[in-house]
Every structure is written in structure tokens, then in C-alpha cells.
């Protein structure tokens, strides 16, 4: 009993450390509803895996990892709901506007997310965890489950292809990459 217990108030501190990050992660890629939904799934998950957590340094980038897994599933019945809606109306649903419409604080931000939305999800996840969340290569190597080796090139790559999409020189991108994800 007293195990149990324990664990309960390891976990409520947990929850209590860690939730406002996971919830933003959803936030600045879904609605609200999505995001909180999300949340709750990714820390039952914790919840479920408790004794397989990894250390406290860790603890952030595997929640994220799960994070990550959580909102494709989301993505995919998402996809699979539209797809139905739509055969059954006999017409497309216009896309659902993104959360960025609601933190988005200038025009230049704007141009940063239009430049994200042309690039491929990879591209787009890696500069969103490194700029967006502020994770360090290891940790962001973590999340996706690849060595840092590769999330460095892949953020190099993705941040040269981010810099041609907005006219800029390459060095540059971190920090227009940094003002889209106000909020």
C-alpha cells in the first residue's frame, strides 16, 4: 500500500513539473480540445509505464517522444473522420484553420509558419522541437528514437530548406524559427 502511494505522489509531481510543456506541444500543432486530449492520453501513458520511466533528464524528451506518437494517432483517425465526412457529403470540408492563427503575433511570423507549412513533416518537427520546444539535439534525438549525429544534420538540412523557402541566408533561420512559435 505504502508503494502505491508513493507512487501516486511521484507521479501527481511529475504531472505537476511537466504538464504546461506537454500541453504546449499540442497547443502549437492542434486545437485546444485535440491538445488536452493529447496531454491526458501521453501522461496515462506515463502513468502506464511508470516503473519504465527513464531519469529525470530524460523524463522530458520521452515525454515528448510519446507526445509525438499520441498526435500522429490523432492526425490519423483524424484523417480517417475527414475522409469519411466527406464521402458521406459528398464533398471535401474546408481545411480546419491551425493553432498558430491564435498565437501568432506578427506578419513576419506568419511568413515563418507559411515556410514551414511547404516543408516536409520531418523538416518541420525537427526545427519545431529544437526552436519551438528548446530541446538539445540529444534530447530531440530522444523524441524521434535516432542518434544526435543524425538530428544534427537533419536540423542543418532542414534549416537550409526553411531558409530558401523564406529568401534568407541559412543563419538567420534559428531565429525566424524561434518568432513562429510565440505563445
Known sequence: MRNRVDSEQRFRSLYLDHYRQVYMYFRRRTDIES???G??????????????????????????????RVLANQWRSRRRSDRLQAKMAGL????????????????EAQAVLDALGRLSKNDCEVIRLAEWEGL?????????????????QRIYRARGRLARQLGLDSSAVGIAAAGGGAG
Open 35 to 37: 491538445a488536452r486530449d
Open 39 to 68: 496531454t491526458a492520453e501521453t501522461f496515462l501513458v506515463a502513468w502506464r509505464r511508470f516503473d519504465q520511466l527513464p531519469a529525470d533528464d530524460r523524463l522530458l524528451p520521452w515525454l515528448y517522444g510519446t507526445a509525438r
Open 92 to 107: 471535401a470540408a474546408p481545411p480546419e484553420p491551425g493553432p498558430e492563427e491564435a498565437v501568432v503575433p506578427s506578419s
Open 136 to 152: 538539445s539535439h540529444s534530447e530531440i534525438a530522444t523524441v524521434l528514437g535516432c542518434t544526435a549525429h543524425a538530428v544534427d
